[in-house]
């Protein structure tokens, strides 16, 4: 099921390129969804551009436009860079990337979340943490091996791994390191995508049907979170939609979906058919797309 509509608050370049896409070839679902969240806000931070600074909610003065753009492109460049930092426990670390890198509109306010990834090197004191911080709009999740449901897969996604050879600055040999990725910014809309692809040069691509649970309500656990994360010990998201696969293999298929109304009720959308169904329902799905609304 691969449908455009006409939304009234995208603008015309978004709309053409979306039905575009859609002709060109046969879009996944999660790729589709990031297109479409992406370019809505590619398309309303242009439009900010082009708008008067009181009317883009920026300072009257006559270089507000002006000023918003050399801040963008100064963090692009301190993206491209590096810089020294002291974290909580007063320990000295290298961190690179930026939070808002891509500028700001409605679009990322709602849906931009951050993960932070830290690498540390084993046996070299001498050696500072390296940080990146990565803005995301959708996580995705992988549910190979031992996860059957979301936390579980949340506990593999923010678990430590073990790298072997890491290069170390005035080492020559590489060494062992840990690297530990955590959520470091939480988004008003949690996308979740289920990776329930696999790829083998045997096999080639096949699909991983096994169950994965999923919550109506979800409290984030502390240990998903970086410690510098706002609200990481209260996070709770509602379950408010999901996007379910149906076929044996990523190359054909159909998509429904379940949409949770204003009133609480749960509608099954199956191409124009559409109908108002259990919440045991709901969460009786393969889910291939999750979507959480931060309470």
Same mark, same amino acid.
């Given at each position: 099921?691969?449908?455009?509509?006409?939304?009234?608050?995208?603008?015309?370049?978004?709309?053409?390129?979306?039905?575009?896409?859609?002709?060109?070839?046969?879009?996944?679902?999660?790729?589709?969804?990031?297109?479409?969240?992406?370019?809505?806000?590619?398309?309303?931070?242009?439009?900010?551009?082009?708008?008067?600074?009181?009317?883009?909610?920026?300072?009257?003065?006559?270089?507000?436009?002006?000023?918003?753009?050399?801040?963008?492109?100064?963090?692009?460049?301190?993206?491209?860079?590096?810089?020294?930092?002291?974290?909580?426990?007063?320990?000295? %670390?290298?961190?690179?990337?930026?939070?808002?890198?891509?500028?700001?509109? !409605? =679009?990322? *306010? &709602?849906? $931009?979340? @951050?993960?932070?990834?830290?690498?540390?090197?084993?046996?070299?004191?001498?050696?500072?943490?390296?940080?990146?911080?990565?803005?995301?709009?959708?996580?995705?999740?992988?549910?190979?091996?031992?996860?059957?449901?979301?936390?579980?897969?949340?506990?593999?996604?923010?678990?430590?791994?073990?790298?072997?050879?890491?290069?170390?600055?005035?080492?020559?040999?590489?060494?062992? %390191?840990?690297?530990?990725?955590?959520?470091?910014?939480?988004?008003?809309? !949690? =996308?979740? *995508? &289920?990776? $329930?692809? @696999?790829?083998?040069?045997?096999?080639?691509?096949?699909?991983?049907?096994?169950?994965?649970?999923?919550?109506?309500?979800?409290?984030?656990?502390?240990?998903?979170?970086?410690?510098?994360?706002?609200?990481?010990?209260?996070?709770?998201?509602?379950?408010?939609?999901?996007?379910?696969?149906?076929?044996?293999?990523?190359?054909?298929?159909?998509?429904?979906?379940?949409?949770?109304?204003?009133?609480?009720?749960?509608?099954?959308?199956?191409?124009?058919?559409?109908?108002?169904?259990?919440?045991?329902?709901?969460?009786?799905?393969?889910?291939?797309?999750?979507?959480?609304?931060?309470?």
């Amino acid at each position: 099921m691969h449908v455009c509509h006409a939304v009234p608050w995208l603008t015309a370049p978004v709309t053409r390129r979306c039905v575009a896409a859609v002709w060109q070839e046969q879009e996944d679902a999660q790729e589709f969804l990031q297109f479409l969240v992406d370019a809505a806000h590619e398309e309303m931070v242009k439009l900010r551009s082009t708008l008067p600074p009181a009317a883009a909610g920026q300072d009257d003065s006559s270089s507000g436009v002006a000023e918003q753009q050399q801040q963008q492109q100064q963090h692009e460049e301190d993206d491209e860079e590096e810089w020294s930092v002291v974290t909580k426990k007063n320990k000295a %670390a290298v961190t690179r990337g930026r939070e808002d890198l891509g500028g700001s509109s !409605l =679009l990322s *306010a &709602i849906f $931009r979340g @951050s993960i932070k990834s830290c690498v540390k090197a084993k046996g070299v004191k001498a050696a500072a943490p390296s940080i990146t911080v990565q803005p995301f709009t959708m996580l995705h999740l992988d549910i190979l091996d031992s996860v059957r449901s979301i936390e579980d897969a949340l506990d593999h996604l923010t678990h430590t791994e073990l790298i072997n050879g890491y290069k170390v600055k005035g080492h020559e040999a590489g060494v062992e %390191a840990e690297k530990v990725v955590k959520i470091s910014k939480l988004p008003q809309v !949690l =996308l979740l *995508a &289920i990776n $329930r692809y @696999s790829y083998s040069l045997d096999r080639g691509s096949s699909k991983l049907h096994h169950n994965v649970t999923y919550p109506l309500s979800m409290r984030l656990r502390p240990q998903w979170t970086s410690d510098d994360c706002p609200e990481r010990r209260s996070a709770q998201y509602q379950l408010i939609a999901l996007v379910t696969h149906h076929g044996r293999n990523a190359s054909g298929g159909h998509y429904t979906a379940h949409v949770q109304q204003g009133d609480g009720r749960w509608l099954h959308f199956n191409d124009a058919q559409v109908d108002f169904v259990a919440q045991s329902k709901v969460l009786d799905q393969k889910p291939y797309l999750l979507v959480y609304h931060r309470a």
